[in-house]
């Protein structure tokens, strides 16, 4: 069965300061990979996601991930971030022939003046 | 840009409480799903559907129905409502060619049950 962790369930960090957020998954195969945002009483929107080809993906804002299938990662990154980053961010696994996502417990950004 | 709308947004009921959610796509998505979100769990897939009288169970179905209308319409039923089904709920959709997976959310429902 598929699954998804995130071990920070909150992270702070100072405007400006650079951002990683983390995300295993666990799938034997190559499995399609999300990262999705959610702020403040909205629903979730999708931030990058990985199929194949180049581990770097780059998402929206500024946001890139990267994929490392030694690792079973999938880690969420920011150089900068400003204080509008502040949000929900979920990691997600779907397999490769398959539609339905599994999502992990997400992580709460707080970005600090 | 997809567009998937829930009604109601807040819900509140009373144990025991026959409740029906409603969510509409315009996206022409075949998919459509039903999550629900609690603090440490993430989301949580109810149900799924792949198309209008298609019905999948997902990883949390015990106390919902659902079912799917039409192409832009899936409902969640809660026949008999229960405490410990308070919580966020999404509907998504998405297209297995045309959003390779990508779900589309809409803002969500909350539901307190008394």
């Known amino acids: 069965a598929q699954s998804v962790t995130q071990p920070d369930a909150r992270v702070t960090v100072s405007e400006g300061a650079s951002l990683q957020l983390r995300c295993k998954y666990s799938y034997s195969g190559t499995p399609y990979l999300f990262w999705y945002v959610q702020y403040p009483r909205q629903g979730l929107q999708l931030l990058l996601k990985?199929?194949?080809?180049?581990?770097v993906v780059q998402g929206v804002n500024g946001f890139e991930a990267e994929f490392i299938k030694s690792n079973s990662s999938f880690h969420l990154r920011k150089a900068s971030v400003h204080w509008s980053d502040s949000a929900v961010y979920f990691c997600a696994v779907t397999p490769s022939n398959y539609n339905v996502l599994y999502f992990g417990s997400g992580t709460k950004l707080t970005v600090e003046p | 840009e997809a567009a998937v709308t829930q009604s109601p947004r807040n819900k509140v009921t009373v144990t025991g409480g026959n409740v029906t959610l409603s969510c509409r796509q315009t996206n022409s998505h075949n998919y459509m799903y039903w999550y629900r979100q609690d603090t440490g769990h993430g989301l949580r897939l109810i149900h799924y559907?792949?198309?209008?009288?298609?019905?999948q169970i997902g990883d949390v179905p015990d106390g919902y129905k659902a079912t799917r209308t039409t192409q832009e319409d899936f409902f969640l039923l809660l026949e008999l409502a229960s405490p410990s089904q308070t919580s966020l709920y999404f509907c998504?959709?998405?297209?297995?060619?045309?959003?390779?997976?990508?779900?589309?959310f809409g803002a969500g429902t909350r539901l307190s049950v008394l």
């Open positions: 559907s792949y198309g209008a009288g298609n019905l």
């Open positions: 990985y199929y194949s080809g180049d581990p």
């Open positions: 998504a959709s998405s297209h297995r060619q045309t959003s390779q997976n990508t779900l589309y």
